[in-house]
C-alpha cells in the first residue's frame, strides 16, 4: 500500500458522517479499512494502490468503493486537512458536558445553542451579526421561528397538510391512511401490507412497514409510546417543535419492495429557489448530491461528510415545476427547505424542513456557508429582536 498516496488522498467522498472521524484522523493507521480489490478492481490483473473502501453510516449500513490511486491528485480540490479537523468529534469534551446539558438547555437556550454550535462546526456564533448561512438559521432557530405560527403549522407532519392544499397542491399529497393520538387506536387490520407511520412533531421519529406480517408490534408500540411522549423541540432546542400536537400520521408507502422513491430537498431564500440535495439508496447505500437549482453540481455544499452519488444524476423533466412548487409553499418564510418526491413522472409532497440539521452544518468548502448566507437576507427580523 503506498502510504504516502492515502496521506494525501482527499478525504471527504469517501467517509460518512461524524461517526467515521476517528477514520479520517488516523487515515493511514488501523482505523481505515482498505481492503485490496484484487482482480476487481480498475487496474489490470489487480494493483496494489487500488482498494475496497468499506465504510459505516451512522445507521449502520456499509458503503463499497473503488479507489485507485490516480484519484489521491483530487486532494488539491478540498481542504481535506481542515474537514477531518471540522468532523473531528472531542468525545472527552462531549463526556464533560452531557451530564450538564439540559440544565444549560432550561436556564440560557442561547448559551447552550452558541456551545452546540461551536461544539460541531468550530465556529463562533456571532447572534449580533450573523453573516454565514448557518449562523443565520440559527438566529432563526432561536428567535424568530418559535413564534412564528405558520412554522409551527408547517413544521407538523400532519397540518402542513391542509396547508399544502391550501396553496393549491392538494392532489401532491401522498395518500393519508389515518390520524391517531395513540399507538393502541391504530386499526392495523384495516391497513394494507405496506405503508409508513410518522410522528407528526419530530424528524426521524418514523417507521417504514413494507409487511405488516412481519412487523414486531410490540416494539413499535414502545418505540412510538416513547416517541409521543418525547418534546422533540426541547430535546433538539429546536423550540417550534414543541408546539406541534404529537400524533401518529400514517401515510401510504410510495416505494418498492426494494427500494424508496427518490427525495429532492430543494432550498428556499427569501422566495428564490436556491439550491437542492438529491438524496437516493436510501436504506441501502444513502447518498446526498448537491447541485445549484439550476443542476450544475454545488459539490463545496456537501455536508457533515455524506458521500455524494458515483454518477451524475438525471434532472426530472419536471424539475422546473417542483422548484416553483417549493417557493409557492416556502413564499411565507425567509427560509425552509421543502422536500418533494418525483414518482413516475408525479411530484409528491414529502415535509418542509425550517432548520436543517439544526443548522448545525459542516459543509466541505467552508465558502459555501458564506455563499447561502448571502442569500438569506434576515435583516428585517435583527432589527425587531435586537
Known amino acids: 500500500m503506498n502510504v504516502n498516496a492515502i496521506n494525501d488522498f482527499v478525504f471527504n467522498p469517501f467517509i460518512a458522517r461524524e461517526d467515521m472521524a476517528k477514520a479520517i484522523v488516523g487515515f493511514a493507521g488501523d482505523d481505515l479499512n482498505l481492503i485490496p480489490a484484487g482482480n476487481q478492481s480498475l487496474a489490470d490483473g489487480g494493483d496494489d494502490n487500488v482498494f475496497w473502501v468499506i465504510i459505516l453510516t451512522d445507521n449502520q449500513n456499509s458503503h463499497k468503493r473503488i479507489i485507485a490511486q490516480t484519484e489521491t491528485k483530487i486532494a488539491s480540490a478540498y481542504n481535506g486537512a481542515m474537514l477531518a479537523k471540522r468532523l473531528h468529534e472531542n468525545k472527552l469534551k462531549r463526556a464533560f458536558v452531557a451530564p450538564w446539558r439540559n440544565l444549560i438547555k432550561r436556564i440560557s437556550p442561547v448559551s447552550y445553542v452558541k456551545y452546540q454550535y461551536k461544539y460541531i462546526t468550530h465556529h463562533k456564533l456571532n447572534l449580533n451579526n450573523p453573516i454565514r448561512y448557518t449562523e443565520k438559521l440559527q438566529y432563526l432557530r432561536l428567535f424568530v421561528y418559535p413564534k412564528d405560527l405558520g412554522v409551527i403549522r408547517c413544521a407538523g407532519r400532519v397540518t402542513v397538510r391542509d396547508y399544502v392544499k391550501e396553496m393549491g397542491y ?24 405496506a405503508f409508513v407511520m410518522k410522528c407528526s412533531h419530530a424528524s426521524g421519529f418514523n417507521e417504514i412497514v413494507k409487511d405488516k406480517k412481519m412487523m414486531d408490534y410490540a416494539n413499535s408500540k414502545a418505540k412510538f409510546d416513547r416517541w409521543l411522549n418525547t418534546d422533540y423541540g426541547a430535546k433538539t432546542m429546536e423550540p417550534h417543535y414543541s408546539k406541534i400536537k404529537p400524533q401518529i400520521l400514517i401515510e401510504k408507502y410510495m416505494g418498492t419492495s426494494d427500494s424508496l422513491p427518490v427525495e429532492y430537498k430543494i432550498h428556499v431564500f427569501n422566495g428564490t429557489a436556491r439550491n437542492l440535495y438529491v438524496v437516493t439508496g436510501r436504506g441501502k447505500d444513502i447518498r446526498y448530491t448537491q447541485y445549484y437549482i439550476d443542476w450544475t453540481p454545488f459539490d463545496g455544499s456537501q455536508f ?8 451524475p444524476l438525471e434532472k ?71
Open 170 to 193: 392538494e392532489d401532491t399529497l401522498i395518500p393519508s391512511l389515518g390520524v391517531y393520538d395513540h399507538f393502541e387506536d391504530i386499526p392495523f387490520d384495516k391497513l394494507p401490507d
Open 304 to 311: 457533515n461528510g455524506w458521500l455524494k452519488s458515483d454518477i
Open 316 to 386: 426530472p423533466k419536471n424539475f422546473a415545476e417542483m422548484a416553483r412548487m417549493a417557493e409557492k409553499l416556502a413564499s411565507p418564510f425567509p427560509f425552509v427547505r421543502v422536500d418533494l418526491y418525483d414518482i413516475d413522472g408525479k411530484i409528491y409532497f414529502g415535509e418542509m424542513t425550517f432548520t436543517p440539521a439544526k443548522g448545525t452544518l459542516i459543509f466541505d468548502d467552508d465558502k459555501t456557508d458564506f455563499e447561502q448566507g448571502e442569500w438569506l437576507d434576515i435583516s428585517k427580523y435583527l432589527k425587531k429582536t435586537n
